[in-house]
């Protein structure tokens, strides 16, 4: 019992410059996080509730002029819309697509390259090549026009086609994530699973409702929670198609206000709305994927 008494200091000591080791290995991400995440987010604090013209700390006076705004409701209505159109939207088409694609047909590697190509490209890149498809004079009206039939503005400010067309495009360049997170859960089913389904008499829907799907519930929680966060913070999508007040969100209400209007605390009060936003539809995700 002596002896044990003795050994745990040298024990505690021993242990100390490894646990000092740790925090010195994690400094350096502290430190980034520090200043690229959490002194940002302090300071877009102080502009929210900072009045523009007087200077007063604390002030409400930039959440009044989101207020009586209506181009921000308008953007708080899209925010809530199109991510959910297109988490939605993704979800079918990326499990449709992984299912097609799980199986075994010459040709398959070149298949799945080419759904994955959309994500692999530079943001702007994908959305200049949309822009050009589906502008007045892009090449789906030149397509329609070649086979007799009228324009079609895809993109006009304000309409339901811009909505779609701007949740069909950022569906289009992120199933892809879906896609591969959903076929990974797939490729990780047991054969054996499939075959006692077969032998039980589960054939095609009845297998994917009451096999299949049951079985892919944990990877499509993840892939709606990955996606329906990342959703949230659309930009670039509706501002290259349609402009800041096409389709607005809050994202590029913030920086409209910000770029056209030189308001910082009123892009920053936009900026807290929507960070209110994702932590209030992040809840019920995170509540679902850990049931999952």
Do not use: C, K
């Not at 890149?125 to 789906?140: D, P």
């Amino acid at each position: 019992m002596t002896e044990r008494r003795a050994q745990a200091p040298d024990a505690v000591a021993g242990a100390a410059p490894g646990g000092l080791r740790a925090r010195l290995a994690a400094a350096p991400l502290v430190l980034y996080l520090a200043a690229f995440l959490a002194y940002p987010a302090l300071v877009a604090v102080r502009l929210a509730f900072t009045d523009a013209t007087g200077g007063a700390f604390p002030s409400l006076a930039s959440f009044r002029v989101l207020v009586s705004d209506e181009l921000f409701w308008r953007a708080v209505a899209g925010n809530l819309v199109v991510p959910a159109a297109t988490v939605a939207l993704e979800v079918v088409a990326g499990l449709a697509l992984a299912l097609a694609l799980a199986w075994r047909f010459p040709g398959r590697r070149l298949v799945r390259a080419a759904v994955v190509v959309p994500f692999a490209l530079p943001e702007i890149v994908f959305l200049t090549v949309a822009r050009s498809l589906l502008g007045t004079r892009g090449y789906a009206n030149g397509a329609l026009a070649a086979a007799g039939l009228p324009a079609v503005d895809f993109l006009a400010p304000g309409t339901a086609l811009s909505y779609a067309t701007v949740v069909a495009v950022d569906a289009w360049r992120t199933t892809p994530v879906v896609f591969l997170i959903l076929l990974g859960a797939l490729a990780a089913i047991p054969e054996e699973i499939g075959e006692a389904a077969r032998l039980d008499g589960a054939r095609g829907f009845r297998r994917l409702a009451f096999v299949t799907l049951p079985l892919l519930g944990p990877a499509l929680a993840a892939a709606v929670l990955l996606r329906g966060l990342d959703a949230l913070r659309i930009f670039a999508t509706p501002m290259v198609l349609t402009g800041a007040e096409g389709v607005p969100v809050l994202s590029t209400y913030a920086y409209h206000q910000w770029s056209d209007y030189g308001d910082d605390g009123a892009a920053a009060a936009a900026a807290m709305a929507l960070a209110l936003i994702a932590v209030v539809a992040s809840i019920p995700l995170l509540r679902r994927r850990e049931a999952a």
